[in-house]
Nanobody
C-alpha cells in the first residue's frame, strides 16, 4: 500500500535551516500531487507548500514564502521541504501529504489521500 515516511526534523536555533524529506513507497511519485502541512499544539493544521505536476504549479503559504522551498526528486521517489531562516513561530509537527490526483495543489488537508506520521521541528536559542 502507499506509505509516506518523513525524516529530517530536529531542533535548530533561530535563523537556522532544516531539510525535511518524505519518501513515497508503494507507488511512483510521478503520478501524485504533494504537499507539506504543519500543526502546533492546540492549533489547527495548516498548509505550508504544495506542488502539482500538471502545469508545474507550486503554492506557498504567506507565512513561509521566501524562506521555505519545496522540491521533488522523482528518481528517489522523495520530496523535500528546505526550511531556511527559521523563526520562533515555526515550531510544529510537520506532515507530508500526497494525492493521486496529480493536478491537486491545495491547503485543504481533507483533499489528500495519504499522510506521513509527522516530524517535530523546534526552534530555540
Amino acid at each position: 500500500q502507499v506509505q509516506l515516511v518523513e525524516s529530517g526534523g530536529g531542533s535548530v536555533q533561530p535563523g537556522g535551516s532544516l531539510r525535511l524529506s518524505c519518501q513515497l513507497s508503494g507507488a511512483s511519485l510521478e503520478y501524485f500531487a504533494v504537499a507539506w502541512f504543519r500543526q502546533a499544539p492546540g492549533m489547527e493544521r495548516e498548509g505550508i507548500s504544495c506542488i502539482r505536476r500538471v502545469r508545474k504549479f507550486t503554492k506557498d503559504a504567506t507565512s513561509v514564502k521566501g524562506r521555505f522551498t519545496m522540491s521533488m526528486d522523482i528518481a528517489k521517489n522523495t520530496f523535500y521541504l528546505q526550511m531556511n531562516s527559521l523563526k520562533p513561530e515555526d515550531p510544529a509537527v510537520y506532515y507530508c501529504a500526497a494525492d493521486r490526483r496529480a493536478g491537486t495543489c491545495t491547503f485543504s488537508g481533507s483533499l489528500y489521500d495519504h499522510w506521513g506520521h509527522g516530524t517535530q521541528v523546534t526552534v530555540s536559542s
